[in-house]
C-alpha cells in the first residue's frame, strides 16, 4: 500500500469510529462519553496534519515536521560564553556559595 492508501484507511476507522461514539451519545451521554467525543476529534485533527504533512513533501523523503533544527552533536565554541557566568552554578573554577 501507498502512504496515500494507508492515510485513506486510517482516514475511514476514525470516521467509523466517530459514527460509533455518535450512536452511544442518546443511551450513555454523560462526561465519560464527552471524552471519548474529544479523543476522536483529535484523533481526525491529527490525521488530517498527518495528511497535509504527506502532501509536503516529495514521495520517498522521510517525513520531518516543519521548522525544526537539526542540531549538531559537536560542541560550542566556548569563547561565546566567556563572559557570562552559569546561572544557578556558581562562577567556573570557584565553589557555589
Known amino acids: 500500500m501507498s502512504l496515500n492508501d494507508d492515510l485513506t484507511v486510517i482516514q475511514r476507522c476514525v ?17 465519560d462519553l464527552r471524552r471519548v ?3 476522536t476529534d483529535h484523533l481526525r485533527e491529527s490525521v488530517a496534519l498527518l495528511r497535509a504533512s504527506a502532501t509536503a513533501t516529495e514521495p520517498g523523503t ?3 515536521p516543519q521548522g525544526l533544527v537539526p542540531i549538531p552533536d559537536t560542541p560550542y565554541d566556548s569563547s561565546l ?3 557570562s557566568d552559569d546561572e544557578g552554578l556558581g562562577v567556573q ?5
Open 15 to 31: 470516521d467509523d469510529l466517530a459514527r460509533a461514539v455518535g450512536r452511544l451519545q442518546p443511551p450513555l451521554g454523560g462526561p
Open 37 to 39: 467525543r474529544a479523543d
Open 62 to 64: 522521510p517525513l520531518r
Open 81 to 83: 560564553w566567556t563572559d
Open 93 to 97: 573554577n570557584r565553589h557555589a556559595p
